[in-house]
């Protein structure tokens, strides 16, 4: 996890293998109660990108909202879909409350 964004926005390891954490902030909120869409999308890609296992950088990134997020903690887990030498896809998915809120499948540019 990258040292200096993600700490700033508050994003740490989960307790589990390919998982981060956010405890959301009131100034993530896009609106009051509503955690805005690029935390979203942040927290679901950090996440796909700890389970490539290697340095990524995002080529893509295809997000689905699908419930709305409050300020409760939020937990991202990735999961490696495929990885070649050049190139890899992995999904992330943001869960609250034990409820899919977001979604995301990113293409990464591997990074040697």
């Known amino acids: 996890m990258d040292p200096t964004f993600n700490l700033a926005l508050g994003l740490r390891p989960g307790d589990e293998p390919d998982t981060v954490r956010l405890d959301p902030r009131v100034e993530h909120q896009i609106a009051p109660g509503v955690i805005h869409f690029a935390v979203l999308t942040t ?12 340095p990524v950088v995002p080529a ?3 997000v689905h909202l699908l419930n709305r997020a409050g300020l409760a903690p939020l937990v ?3 999961r490696l879909l495929r990885k070649g030498r050049r190139t890899a896809v992995a999904e992330g998915e943001v869960m609250q409350n034990g409820e899919l809120v977001a979604k995301a499948v990113v293409q990464f540019a ?3």
């Open 60 to 62: 893509s990134v295809s």
């Open 76 to 78: 991202g887990r990735g």
């Open 43 to 54: 927290v679901a890609e950090v996440a796909a990108a700890g389970s490539v296992g290697a």
């Open 110 to 112: 591997v990074v040697s």
